[in-house]
C-alpha cells in the first residue's frame, strides 16, 4: 500500500523524461509491477520519439531554450500516471505549479490510492486542499503520530469528513507512531470510525486494516463494522493492545455478516470451536487468510482443536495461517497452541524462551508451508542444530530472522538450502541493537 515519496525535485529534470522509470526509484505504495513499468517505459519512448518533440529538444540544447519546457508537450495521460505515484504534500505542490498540472493531478484516477501523513503541525493549508478529492479517494491510508493533539484532531477532521460526505471508499488503513500520551485510549478516533460506518452513508469498505492502530476494539464497534460492510473481504484487528474486547461470538457474527470475508486478523482470545464451524459451513466461501496474535490471557482459554484445524484446512486449501506469539505468552501454552495441521506461512516467535523444541516441532510440522520465521531467543549449540535441520526441511522460506548468536554453519545452511531466501537477519558475532537483515541478491 501506499504511494511513491519521491520529491517534485526529481520530475522538473529533463533527465526524468527521457528514460523509463527507474528500479531504484523510491516506489513505496503500491510496487510498480515489471508490466506495469514495460508499459510506462513504451509510453514514454513513444513520446520521447514523437518528431515535435525531439525538434523542441534540440532547440533547447541549440538556442539556451530550458529543457525543462518538455513537461509542456507531455500528454496529461502521462502525467496523471505520475502524479498517481506522488505522496500527498508533492501532489499539493503540483497542484499549484500551473493549470495544466492542476488538471492533470485532479484526475478522480490519481486519488484513488491515498497516503495522508499527519505528522507536523505546518499541514493545515495541505489538508484543507484535500477536501476536495476526498470523494474520488478508494483505498485510503492514513498515517499519524499520535503523540500530538494536533495531529489526532487532524486525522478527526478527515473521518468525519468522510462520515459527512458520499464517497467511493473502499479500503481503509489507519497506522499510528509516536508514543501514545498517558491515559489516551484513542476513543474520540474510534468515534469517529463509527461515524463512518453509519448505514445512512452507504459505505462499502471490502478491506479495513487496524492493525497498527493501538486502541482497544470492542465488540459493538467490530460488529457495527461488519454489519455496515457485508462486503468486506478482510478485516485484520489484531492490533496488538494490552486487552481483547472482542469475543469469539462477535468473529463468528463478522463471518456470517461478510460472507465474501476471505482474510481475518484477530487475537487467539477471539477464537473458537464456534468461530471454526463458522468457517466449515458448506456455503462458505475460499478463506485464505488468517493472522493471528498470541498473548498472556490466551492461557485462561482453551486451545482450537486438531482435528479443527484439520477440517478447516481441507475445507479452505489455500488457507495460509501467520501465527505471532507475543512475549508475556506463557512457555508451556505454546505447545499446545501450535497444531500439526495449521498451514503456518508465518510464525513469530517472540518469547525469549528457550526454543529447541519448538524449532524441532516447526520443522516436522510446517515445513511443507512455512515462509517466514522470526525467532527471540537463546543461543546454544542445540539452537544452532536445531536451525542447520530446519533449513535442510523448509526449502521455500523466504524469510528467517533469529535474534540472538548463531554458527557461522547456521548462516550456510539457510543460504544453500533455501533458494528462494530473499531476507535473513544472521548474526555470527554480537551487535548493537537493531539488527538489520540482510537482502539475498
Excluded at 496529461?76 to 498517481?84: A, K, M, R, S
Excluded at 459493538?220 to 486487552?243: C, D, K, Q, W, Y
Excluded at 535474534?403 to 537477519?425: I, R
Aim: aromatic share 8%; charged share 20%.
Amino acid at each position: 500500500m501506499g504511494r511513491a515519496t519521491g520529491s517534485i525535485e526529481a520530475l522538473s529534470s529533463a533527465d526524468a523524461l527521457v528514460c523509463s522509470f527507474p528500479q531504484g526509484s523510491v516506489i513505496d505504495r503500491p510496487s510498480l509491477s515489471q508490466a506495469k513499468l514495460r508499459e510506462l517505459h513504451q509510453e514514454q519512448s513513444s513520446f520521447c520519439a514523437n518528431p515535435l518533440v525531439l525538434w523542441h529538444a534540440k532547440q533547447g540544447a541549440g538556442f539556451g531554450s530550458s529543457a525543462s519546457e518538455l513537461w509542456n508537450y507531455i500528454p496529461e495521460e502521462i502525467l496523471i500516471q505520475i502524479f498517481y505515484y506522488l505522496s500527498l504534500q508533492d501532489r499539493y505542490t503540483v497542484f499549484q505549479v500551473c493549470k495544466q498540472w492542476a488538471r492533470a493531478v485532479s484526475s478522480s484516477s490519481v486519488w484513488h490510492f491515498t497516503e495522508i501523513r499527519c505528522d507536523s503541525e505546518d499541514e493545515e493549508s495541505m489538508l484543507q486542499s484535500l477536501v476536495q478529492f476526498l470523494s474520488q479517494i478508494k483505498h485510503l491510508k492514513i498515517v499519524f503520530d499520535q503523540s500530538k493533539e494536533v495531529n489526532r484532531q487532524n486525522v478527526r477532521r478527515i473521518l468525519d469528513l468522510l462520515a459527512k460526505q458520499s464517497h467511493k471508499l473502499q479500503q481503509l488503513c489507519i497506522v499510528c507512531h509516536g508514543e501514545n500520551p498517558y491515559f489516551y485510549s484513542g476513543q474520540d478516533i474510534l468515534q469517529s470510525i463509527r461515524n463512518i460506518c453509519d448505514a445512512r452513508n452507504q459505505i462499502d469498505l471490502q478491506h479495513i486494516d487496524f492493525r497498527k492502530m493501538p486502541f482497544t476494539l470492542d465488540d459493538e464497534l467490530v460488529e457495527l463494522i461488519a454489519t455496515t460492510n457485508p462486503n468486506l473481504h478482510s478485516l485484520f484487528i489484531n492490533n496488538r493492545t494490552l486487552v481483547c474486547n472482542v469475543v469469539p461470538d462477535t468473529i463468528r457474527k463478522v463471518l456470517r455478516a461478510c460472507p465474501k470475508l476471505s482474510a481475518l486478523g484477530v487475537y487467539y482470545a477471539s477464537l473458537s470451536d464456534d468461530v471454526f464451524l463458522e468457517l466449515l459451513k458448506p456455503e462458505r466461501a475460499a478463506f485464505t487468510h488468517l493472522d493471528i496474535f498470541c498473548e498472556r490471557l490466551d492461557k485462561y482459554i482453551p486451545v482450537i482443536s486438531e482435528e479443527l484445524w484439520a477440517a478447516v484446512s481441507q475445507k479452505h486449501p489455500q488457507l495460509c495461517v501467520d501465527l505471532e506469539f507475543d512475549h508475556t505468552v506463557p512457555a508451556c501454552k505454546i505447545p499446545r497452541i501450535l497444531k500439526l495441521n495449521i498451514p503456518v506461512s508465518t510464525l513469530q516467535l517472540n518469547t525469549f524462551n528457550y526454543m529447541v523444541n519448538q524449532i524441532r516441532f516447526v520443522t516436522q510440522s510446517y515445513s511443507s508451508t512455512l515462509k517466514k520465521l522470526t525467532l527471540q531467543t537463546t543461543s546454544s549449540e542445540e539452537l544452532n542444530s536445531s536451525l542447520i535441520d530446519l533449513a535442510r526441511h523448509c526449502q521455500k522460506l523466504l524469510e528467517i530472522h533469529c535474534y540472538c548468536v548463531v554458527s557461522q554453519e547456521v548462516v550456510e545452511a539457510f543460504l544453500t538450502h533455501c533458494p528462494s531466501l530473499k531476507q535473513y537477519t544472521l548474526k555470527i558475532t554480537k551487535e548493537r541493537h537493531p539488527w538489520k537483515p540482510v537482502t539475498v541478491q
